[in-house]
């Protein structure tokens, strides 16, 4: 990234634990190395310091908040709630619960950074719900904002697909929270052109895009690396699939497709957020060989996968938003230099080009799912120089040069020149 001119502080929020938010630690990591102060602050405590100097973290939370709630009484909770969301408890059930979500709400993205918010020259926001923590500090002391966007929010579930609680009060609810940011924001910025799309189309302005391509100065070695962790035979087939459980993706269906593959062949989920399809298919015919719960800090992610055999991209055409994603995990896959077996999603096809790195499959069915494996696992070595040449293509340092001229655009704006409202070239 080109070093800043003239260097200051800039503060990123996100809700997550920085160790599972790859894209705002990329980020963070390149401002630091730029010369900036760059400062995180984390939604929830990341388990391990795994960040370098160049970047300071300042968390808002441990990694749970039980508030001395029984296991009874969560699940209780959460039948209430799931009832009152579907719309089972009439409009009073809906109400109450449309009253404490607004105050969770508040309490989580609001209040509790009361305090925490340092002064600074520039906010980025990776979740638009922390705009209100930092409107009037940055307003205050003439600081900008820059929004970026992992999703189109508004478009990861159609609204068939959701609760009426969902449907009728939250979402235009958070639809307008990220609607007045957008509008607000010095900046805005997303992963994808198909998402910069559909975002210009909602709010009237297009962002900048910045893949989430793989940062390999970043990368630290790890001693027990993802084979070594599951114990597996040097014969066995390892396949991994790379990112935190989202809605739009066919695990079942990539899950009975091992079941349809010698028993030699695994698969390994690397990420969160998948108990409920641990739980639901403990009793797969499968289920020995699916290994769940393996998840690495971000700077770790691509030595530990590297001596698997295939990556899966296992996205589906689910959403407006699925349609058009571009995520860490593919990058991942082809940064650790491994065989890509995908379903046909734009984004992903453009960012490979005529490489031949794999199998591109209309549909993730299980049978095309299983004899695409296959035949990617008896030619990894035909594949790999392919996959290797797009992984030189895929380097954060294209996307670090466009983060560099926006922020640098963005920090020395001078007062009353209008913002861009067009992405920066």
Partial sequence: MTPSCACGTIVS???????????????????????????????????????ENAVEVRSLGPQAIRCGITSSSRRAR??????ARSGRLGSVGELALYLGFRGWEWWRHCWRLRGC????????????????????????????????????????????????????????????????LVAAADATVTVSDGIAALMERTFGRRPTVLRNCHDERLDQAIEVDLRK???????????????????????????????????????AFVGRRYEADRERLRRHPAASRVHFGRHVAPNQVVPFIRTADLGLVIYEPYSANYRYALPNGF???????????????PEIEAAIGRHP?????????????????LHCAEDTAGLRPAVATLARELRWQTESLRLSRLVNEVAHRPPGVPRQTEAVA
Avoid at 229 to 256: E, Q, Y
């Fill in 13 to 51: 929020l996100t809700p997550l634990p920085l160790e599972a938010d790859s894209r705002t630690f990329r980020i963070a990591s390149s401002l630091g190395e730029a010369g900036w102060r760059s400062i995180v602050i984390e939604g929830r405590t990341s388990r391990a310091e795994f960040w």
């Fill in 357 to 373: 790195v794999g199998a591109r499959l209309d549909r993730l069915d299980s049978p095309s799912l299983a004899a695409a494996i």
């Fill in 229 to 267: 962790s599951l114990s597996l035979a040097p014969g066995d087939r390892l396949c991994v699939v790379v990112g935190n459980r989202k809605p739009g993706m066919a695990v079942d269906s990539v899950v009975d497709a091992l079941a349809m593959l010698p028993t030699r062949f695994h698969l």
């Fill in 331 to 345: 990058f991942q896959v082809i940064a650790a230099g491994l065989p890509l077996v995908r379903g046909a999603l």
């Fill in 78 to 83: 959460g039948a209430a709630v799931a009832m």
């Fill in 117 to 180: 918010i340092p002064t600074a020259d520039l906010y980025y926001l990776h979740s638009f719900e922390f705009h209100r923590a930092v409107a009037s500090t940055a307003a205050r002391n003439g600081a900008r904002i820059i929004y970026d966007a992992h999703d189109f929010y508004r478009g990861i579930e159609a609204p068939e697909r959701q609760a009426a609680f969902d449907r009728n009060r939250a979402g235009p609810f958070l639809d307008a929270l990220e609607a007045r």
